[in-house]
């Protein structure tokens, strides 16, 4: 299959990424460690790639006009290893003329105290993920002013949506639920915190794709109800399942102590700022500059809902 379309990683946001696509009439190929994803569409093919061989990059995206890059390493091995990762695909990118679209978080900003985050926020991280995320997107930013690649970025906040079971408004919040259960959340469940539906997030990369103006900047993904609380939004899911809304939430101690036993808890505490103040996105940008506005909270909930009602939890 030729195409002009190639997503790295087949996780939510790369489906968000490949649907929006096939939504446009486009094929798409998909790029993981193994080849193997769930539900592939006719319209899509998956190769297995190690996107850490620069050789290899350049082989599975010879052609592609545009790239989307939403692979990464397990979080428990950020530091060591994303730098890593984003230089052997920019490597294997340069000079080829395609488009590289970054799928990013806000984790460079640091704590906000409570302010509106814009892409003009400076960088502020005190942790170590933090700066991993602002050393790789300043060395895409320079690859791009360098001539080497097209790039261009989306950042969104904490997302949730279909196939979005590793996120924090995720697997352990709405499994639970739909079992008479507390929907298990970390840090507090009453201050506004701007969350990303999937969908958003893959349509906002694709439109970053389609436009040449988009070069060479960061943009935040469009947010309904961006000063949402984690506590409404696991209210709202409920009410659309037919379920009690109870939750409990774990504060910075009890996600130490978790941390022990699983390497992905203990990579989380230094993040716990980001549910323990304000923490709410400005998209604006996005929003005037393409035209887009973010799914309605309540569809994205309908939607989000009827995913996990079709995909009982795997043990």
Known sequence: MTTNHVVLGTG???RAVMEELIKRGESVRMLNRSGKMDEVP???EVVASDLYDQAKVKEVTRGAQVVYQAAQP?????PQKFPLLQKSIIDGLAGSGAK???VENLYMYGETNGKLLTEDTPYHTHTRKGRVRGEIS???SNAHQDGRVRVTAARGGNFFGPWGTDSSMGARAFYPLLHGKPAQLIGRTDLPHSHTYVKDFGKALVILGERSEADGQAWHVPNDMPQITQGELVRMFAEEAGVEPKMSSMGKLMMWIGGLFIPEAKESVEMMYEFNQ???VDSS???KAFGMKATPMREAIRETVAWYKSHPEKH
């Not at 397990?74 to 950020?78: Q, R």
């Open 138 to 140: 300043t060395a895409a």
């Open 285 to 287: 940008k996005f929003e």
């Open 100 to 102: 590289l679209v970054l």
């Open 278 to 280: 304000p923490f709410i």
């Open 12 to 14: 939510a946001i790369g």
């Open 74 to 78: 397990n979080y428990n091995e950020w």
């Open 42 to 44: 006719a319209e899509a």
